[in-house]
């Protein structure tokens, strides 16, 4: 075995998330032509260095067991769903009548201007707040980096229709679901104010990163993620209709997407 294919072996095994692991990025080696090549051997026996050997490297992410198990736990959750509503008892039929109102309600509110109107006005609130905060992130620390949107830029790297299929349909939709229309609506019930404060509070510790080599970055950030949940929460409340929040959280990571891909997210 030569030296390349003990250095290609290397690579790939070094390169494997194990089954124990969080979702990862690996990288993985692009495909070079032979003119590159040869264009490269001609170089290092000019006596130019290997100076960006990085560049022949992207990102792509790699499911792991973890992976699988949170999305296999959500399709036996719809599965259960299902079963349940269409049994014959009589808090099943209960349940599916409520389901099917719930339905029927969200179809009527792609009719509603005041849902889009909400949803613009808050993305807009979004922006000038993220811009204020990524002023005084980039003052205290110019090196500062945001996991959210390093995750997103290597995910985009990867697959642009991936990053906006997961980042801005399937996260906004979920997220809404759980944080205003399950938690807040939930707790709502006998506090409007802890509602605010809960859900907020739990959608910003979500999007925090809990590395000790970058808390202070993090706490930095921690008001604009609390105000986004503010947000979407004030968003939800004030129309009653949970479209509205899922619109303006569309919005706000759809714009994420495209700064990804056109390399401008920092």
């Known amino acids: 075995m030569t030296n390349n ?4 072996y290397k690579l790939a095994t070094d390169n494997v998330a194990q089954p124990d692991q969080e979702i990862k990025k690996r990288p993985i080696k692009k495909q070079i032509d032979n003119e590159e090549i040869n ?25 792991t067991t973890g992976f699988y198990v949170v999305i296999g736990t959500i399709l036996l959750a719809i599965i259960g769903f299902i ?29 509603m201007k005041k849902v889009y109107i909400a949803a613009i006005l808050a993305f807009i609130f979004i922006q000038v707040a993220t811009a204020i905060s990524s002023e005084i992130v980039e003052r205290i620390n110019p090196d500062a980096v945001n996991s959210n949107n390093r995750d997103l830029n290597d995910f985009s790297n990867s697959s642009m229709v991936g990053a906006f299929i997961v ?3 399937c996260f906004p939709i979920g997220e809404e679901l759980f944080f205003r229309k399950f938690l807040f609506g939930i707790i709502n019930h006998f506090s409007k104010i802890l509602a605010y404060l809960i859900s907020s509070f ?3 510790f979500y999007h925090f990163e809990f590395d000790f080599t ?4 993090e706490f930095t950030r921690f008001p604009l993620y609390l105000l986004s949940g503010f947000t979407f929460a004030y968003v939800y409340d004030y129309t009653g ?13 759809t714009k994420a997407v495209i700064l990804s891909f056109l390399g401008e997210l920092k």
């Open 214 to 217: 970058k808390l202070k970055e």
């Open 241 to 253: 209709c949970i479209l509205a929040s899922i619109i303006a959280h569309f919005l706000n990571n």
């Open 83 to 111: 079963i349940f509503i269409n049994l014959d008892y009589p808090m099943s039929k209960k349940v599916k009548g409520m389901f099917i109102s719930s339905l029927i309600d969200f179809k009527n509110q792609f009719f």
């Open 5 to 8: 294919d003990d250095n290609d």
């Open 167 to 169: 980042a801005a349909l």
């Open 202 to 204: 739990v959608f910003a």
């Open 39 to 63: 264009e490269k051997n001609e170089n290092v026996e000019g006596g130019e260095g290997e100076e960006e050997e990085e560049s022949e490297y992207e990102y792509e992410f790699v499911p």
